[in-house]
């Protein structure tokens, strides 16, 4: 039987952490980007209240895989849909988007 040689990436993974704009609540992207890192993936952290824009552009300017988000403001259903469509208008629609 043939064996199978584990499979390892080409490239590391890379994501943009931040929390949105008036959201100065920070302790739980902090929290999580400590944890992906711990995995090895390569994190490019903005801190808190960012706009869309902001994360958008250095997402795409970073080249990278993954946008992580915190929004405690209230209007996060507004933040990720504006986000996902401008990832779109841009051609980046490959970038996945993971928030809470």
Known sequence: MKQVAPYHPKHKVRI?????LFDGHDASINIMRRIIQ???????HLGHDRSVEEV??????????????????GG???YFKYMHDLLEEKGAGHIKIFGG
Do not use: F, M
């Not at 943009?16 to 949105?20: D, G, R």
């Open 76 to 78: 996060h259903n507004e």
């Open 16 to 20: 943009v952490t931040a929390a949105s």
């Open 38 to 44: 711990a995995t090895g993936v390569e994190v490019i």
């Open 56 to 73: 958008v552009n250095t997402a795409i300017q970073e080249d990278v895989n993954a946008i992580c988000l915190t929004s405690y403001q």
